[in-house]
């Protein structure tokens, strides 16, 4: 008998809007699954025996790094990193943008594609803005897509 081990769900927290977070620890108890938070730096939580957070020292990637370690395939990591969702692809979890972005095998590759020429673009002097602000529509996605994986990974 295989001794399956439960999917649990991993916060990029140190970019993580808050209502995505509170979207995130209303979730984590309502369907009692384990959400752990990762971030440089001290977060609060409510209380809940579903939710954890562990601190890593800063650096660049030290987070993302920490996550992919402890990363089981089938996880799902709320994450708006693009080389940190290719490497939870790559490891067999899934990887959901806070603006309801669902990353996948399918689409990753030409986001770090396109990633790394806005990368292009903007060192060689080009102001290209930021992203604009969270959305209901964002949100909306964000807990669709969030929904969806819960139904898929029920016991």
């Keep these: ?11 990029d927290a140190d970019a993580c809007p808050v209502v995505i977070k509170d979207i995130l620890f209303k979730a984590a108890d309502r369907t009692q699954t384990k ?4 971030a440089n ?14 601190q890593v020292g800063a650096g660049f990637d030290v987070a993302d790094n920490e996550i992919v370690k402890r990363l089981n395939p089938g996880d ?3 994450t708006s990193d693009i080389p940190l969702a290719d490497e939870v692809i790559t490891k067999g979890g899934l990887a959901l ?3 309801g972005e669902l990353f996948s095998a399918g689409n990753i590759k030409s986001k770090l594609s396109m990633r790394d020429f806005m990368d ?6 080009v102001q290209t803005g930021g992203p604009s602000p969270l959305s209901q529509a964002d949100r909306q996605a964000f807990a669709n897509h969030l929904d969806r994986w819960f139904n898929q990974n029920k016991d």
């Design 35 to 38: 959400t752990t938070l990762v």
């Design 97 to 99: 943008s806070p603006r």
């Design 41 to 54: 730096h001290a977060l609060y939580l409510p209380p809940s025996c579903y939710l954890s957070f562990i």
């Design 120 to 125: 292009v673009i903007r060192s060689s002097g």
């Design 76 to 78: 799902l990591v709320i």
């Design 1 to 11: 008998m295989i001794n399956k081990q439960p999917v649990q769900i991993w916060i």
